[in-house]
């Protein structure tokens, strides 16, 4: 993802900001990290430069 | 549901283009503005998002519940977020938000347990996912904003058109293709 996502997407849940921490980067491009809530202190993965924002509950049941 | 699957040409991982794709992209393409921004619910290969980015200039965002929808759109070159419908997108960010839903009525007793049944099912009315897309989909938009939302003859349009109408959209047909087993409109939604 690109840094300039967090314009326009927030936590699932409660819809608060989101605190990007960045862990793998390649070129501006955020290929590994987290997202975590700045409210609820819910933890987004970014895996393979894909910001997994679906909510806890459907992260489970939704890997078929 | 399988015969349907085969019938579409789908792989068992996620809902490859068919016509509808086709319909919904052109008819966006003619709604959108190099300067907007643009979210594809479901964007499963990316192609409709890939098509708007590239026919328009705007800023394309694509979202997927398919993990391997989302891999495909984003090496189709669309920015992409694994997503619930529109929920991790921040209040009137998006200018247009363009659908292709999951809409064939399921059967009761199907299961939707692989990723192509989830693309291509909206259970029994074929509204399962409409109609939350429909309630929620109004927070993300700006109030000036447009949805474009392929609908089939098989899912109930006046039913759709009626549950937007509550939601404080008016409808309008801007693009419509007929099959011997279903028509295809892509509605444009504005408040």
Redesign the interface.
């Known amino acids: 993802m690109k840094e300039d996502l967090m314009d326009i997407i927030c936590c699932p849940l409660d819809k608060q900001t989101l605190e990007l921490s960045i862990t793998d980067e390649d070129d501006g491009d955020i290929i590994e990290g987290t997202l975590t809530c700045t409210e609820c202190g819910e933890v987004y993965p970014i895996e393979d430069g894909i910001p997994n924002l679906l909510p806890p509950d459907m992260r489970e049941d939704a890997s078929a | 549901m399988t015969d349907l699957a085969e019938r579409r040409g789908v792989e068992t991982e996620l809902y490859e283009p068919a016509e509808d794709s086709a319909l919904l992209a052109g008819a966006a393409v003619d709604g959108v503005d190099a300067e907007d921004?643009v979210l594809d619910v479901g964007t499963g290969s990316g192609y409709v998002a890939a098509r708007v980015r590239a026919e328009t200039g705007a800023h394309v965002?694509g979202s997927d519940?398919?993990?391997h929808a989302?891999?495909r759109a984003?090496e189709a070159g669309v920015?992409?977020?694994?997503?619930?419908l529109v929920?991790?997108?921040?209040?009137a960010?998006?200018d247009v938000v363009t659908f292709n839903p999951p809409y064939l009525p399921a059967d009761e007793d199907a299961a939707r347990?692989?990723?192509v049944e989830?693309a291509l099912t909206g259970g029994t009315s074929g509204r399962a996912v409409v109609d939350p897309f429909l309630d929620k989909v109004g927070r993300v938009l700006r109030p000036d904003g447009t949805v474009f939302l392929l609908v089939s003859s098989l899912t109930g349009i006046e039913a759709v058109v009626q549950r937007a109408g509550e939601r404080g959209f008016s409808s309008v047909v801007v693009a419509e293709t007929s099959f011997p087993y279903e028509t295809l409109v892509v509605l444009k939604l504005v408040r």
């Open positions: 921004r965002v519940v398919n993990p989302c891999r984003a920015e992409t977020v694994r997503a619930d929920s991790p997108f921040r209040a960010v998006f347990d692989d990723w989830v």
